[in-house]
Nanobody, 124 residues
Framework: QVQLVESGGGLVQAGDSLRLSCAASGFTFGQTGMGWFRQAPGKGRNFVAA????????FYVDSVKGRFTISRDNTKRTVYLQMDSLEPEGTAIYYCARKALQGSYSSPEGFNYWGQGTQVTVSS
């Protein structure tokens, strides 16, 4: 079965960096787009970044452009989210997701499997 396991979250100070990882199994990872979303307390699940199957195309929400980088290693079946210059507004649970055949890269409806999430807390 499809499994997505996130890791790398933690408590950091504003301006610090973190790298999240998502290990995938149970599907043809090298042929599937992937994405990262986040959900702050009391808020909906929002798009952060996504990457196509080859890594050639990446997509970001405007608020993280220039600070976050999504990448993937198909040999390791892992997708990464490098987060630099973190801000307190980035405090959320971060979820890895598998792209569905249809739907937008920037919408939760475009993804059909989700990990359990990893907590990122940014103190000011």
């Amino acid at each position: 079965q499809v499994q997505l396991v996130e890791s790398g979250g933690g408590l950091v100070q504003a301006g610090d960096s973190l790298r999240l990882s998502c290990a995938a199994s149970g599907f043809t990872f090298g042929q599937t787009g992937m994405g990262w979303f986040r959900q702050a307390p009391g808020k909906g699940r929002n798009f952060v970044a996504a990457i196509n199957w080859s890594g050639k195309y990446t997509f970001y929400v405007d608020s993280v452009k220039g600070r976050f980088t999504i990448s993937r290693d198909n040999t390791k079946r892992t997708v990464y989210l490098q987060m630099d210059s973190l801000e307190p507004e980035g405090t959320a649970i971060y979820y890895c997701a598998r792209k569905a055949l249809q739907g937008s890269y920037s919408s939760p409806e475009g993804f059909n499997y989700w990990g359990q999430g990893t907590q990122v807390t940014v103190s000011s």
